[in-house]
């Protein structure tokens, strides 16, 4: 079993919808939560950390669910710009070596 | 958050030969990472790079085929060793203090 899952999609949303899928990750002592966002052929860029209240930055917003080991990211009002692949990426120990899903991809639609 | 610069962007090789990337950060970060993409893939994390001693391989690599040098704390290199067309792939170099930076990625096609 891979240590974060993510549903690959794609997910082909209408410009202005919402967009909202999950990460599972298997450690339970993961201590920090991610999501980046990567653009075709660009290196992942931070997009949000993901915080135990949970954390909403514009449209963007995020969850963690500790008891059932999953993050999730919801995208509000999409734009044409928000397509691109959200990789999940789970800190898994002090050391900082960080844990990818392969990554969600979005197209956002006219 | 730090920035890096990683070069070359992009190479062609002839197999058999190696390939020295480099990453260059513009402030000092304690831990550095490598990492290997291939198409329509995850990151995996190849080693940790480590300032003074030699680099963390994960299971499936190794330093004979991707030795690493981290002389201080802004630089580091991955070499690609013997290289075959299963290498072809983007090599991505990290910094991480409270957030994870990523070099551009080098885009490697081994012929």
């Known amino acids: 079993r891979k240590e974060v899952e993510q549903d690959p999609g794609p997910f082909n949303v209408p410009e202005g919808a919402t967009v909202a899928f999950n990460c599972t990750y298997s450690?339970?002592?993961?201590?920090?939560f991610f999501w980046y966002r990567q653009d075709c052929r660009k290196e992942p860029k931070l997009l949000m950390s993901?915080?135990?209240s949970g954390n909403e930055d514009g449209r963007f917003t995020a969850q963690l669910n500790r008891a059932s080991q999953y993050i999730s990211l919801l995208i509000r009002d999409s734009k044409l710009s928000d397509s691109a692949t959200y990789l999940c990426?789970?800190?898994?120990?002090?050391?900082?070596?960080?844990?990818f899903g392969a990554g969600t991809q979005v197209v956002v639609t006219p | 958050s730090a920035v890096i610069s990683q070069k070359p962007s992009r190479d062609i090789c002839q197999r058999g030969t190696s390939l020295t990337i480099q990453c260059q950060v513009d402030?000092?970060?304690?831990?550095m990472f490598w990492y290997r993409q291939q198409p329509g893939q995850s990151l995996t994390l190849i080693a940790t790079?480590?300032?003074?001693?030699?680099?963390?391989?994960e299971s499936g690599f190794v330093i004979d085929k991707f030795p690493i040098s981290r002389p201080n704390l802004t630089f580091s290199t991955l070499t690609v060793s013997n290289m075959s067309p299963e290498d072809s792939s983007i090599y991505l170099c990290?910094?991480?203090?409270?957030?994870?930076?990523f070099g551009q990625g080098t885009r490697l096609t081994v012929v």
């Open positions: 993901v915080y135990s």
């Open positions: 402030s000092q970060v304690t831990m």
């Open positions: 990290s910094g991480s203090e409270t957030e994870a930076f």
């Open positions: 990426v789970v800190l898994t120990d002090s050391w900082g070596k960080l844990q």
């Open positions: 790079a480590n300032q003074g001693s030699e680099a963390t391989y």
């Open positions: 450690n339970s002592a993961s201590q920090s």
